[in-house]
């Protein structure tokens, strides 16, 4: 089994900054890309940002030129640089990643228990 164990949520204010972190262990052979995805009151969860193994991004239109994604591939980390936050960021962040355990095997999605970010005054 893989786990994803998040960490950096919490309190801030409007136009303030926060820094996610996930990091991947267990069983793993390769992680085909990594990233976070959110979830408000009453609303779907929704993509924010994610990172493939090569590097390549895509983020959500909603972040864009205010989050940035990076990943250590070493470390099977992902780290969401969150500046300029909106009320309308708070949510329960979710890191997410597609696993390979083996070459012999399909990759699957592995998905971590969530962060609560919550920008407010």
């Known amino acids: 089994q893989v786990q994803l164990v998040e960490s950096g949520g919490g309190l801030v204010q409007p136009g303030g900054s926060l820094r996610l972190s996930c990091a991947a262990s267990?069983?793993?052979?390769?992680?085909?890309?990594m990233g976070w995805y959110r979830q408000a009151p009453g609303k779907q969860r929704e993509l924010v940002a994610r990172?493939?193994?090569?590097?390549?991004?895509n983020y959500a239109d909603s972040v864009k030129g205010r989050f940035t994604i990076s990943r250590d591939n070493a470390k099977n980390t992902v780290y969401l640089q969150m500046n300029s936050l909106e009320p309308e960021d708070t949510a329960v962040y979710y890191c997410?990643?597609?696993?390979?355990?083996?070459?012999?095997?399909?990759?699957?999605?592995?998905w971590g228990q969530g962060t609560q970010v919550t920008v407010s005054s």
């Open positions: 997410w990643a597609r696993v390979v355990q083996s070459p012999f095997r399909p990759a699957y999605e592995s």
């Open positions: 990172v493939s193994s090569d590097g390549g991004t």
């Open positions: 267990g069983s793993i052979f390769s992680i085909n890309a």
